[in-house]
């Protein structure tokens, strides 16, 4: 079981700055892919940015791409987003996600393929 954590949400204004913090625990040794989803209201979630956690190979949409920015901690395992310029289309309840399936590789960001989930954090933009 892998337990994840999020933080860091909150209002800002747009062009403003956030940066969000998934801290994993338990069994992570076969977390091959982390990511970032969002569900904005009445919209479907998706996937904003994914991470190899072994090799670091990244992948961002490219709704955000030049904007948000995926990393990831190896020692406090703890997942980041750091979103810049935000747009009050960013708004949404942002999710950490954990994935232990090697066929995530051919689909970052489909979530069926992650098993395990945070509680999420709300993100809003106003202008």
């Known amino acids: 079981q892998v337990q994840l954590v999020e933080s860091g949400g909150g209002s800002v204004q747009a062009g403003g700055s956030l940066r969000l913090s998934c801290a994993a625990s338990?069994?992570?040794?076969?977390?091959?892919?982390m990511a970032w989803f969002r569900q904005g209201s009445g919209k479907e979630r998706e996937g904003v940015a994914g991470?190899?956690?072994?090799?670091?190979?990244?992948r961002i949409a490219d709704s955000v791409k030049d904007r948000f920015t995926i990393s990831h901690d190896k020692v406090t395992n703890t997942l980041f987003l750091d979103m810049n310029g935000l747009r009050p289309e960013d708004s949404a309840v942002y999710y950490c996600?954990?994935?232990?399936?090697?066929?995530?590789?051919?689909?970052?960001?489909?979530?069926?393929?992650?098993?395990?989930w945070g509680q999420g954090t709300q993100v809003t933009v106003s202008t």
């Open positions: 996600a954990a994935s232990t399936n090697q066929n995530t590789i051919w689909e970052w960001f489909n979530p069926r393929l992650y098993a395990y």
């Open positions: 338990g069994d992570n040794y076969y977390t091959y892919f």
């Open positions: 991470i190899l956690t072994g090799g670091g190979a990244t």
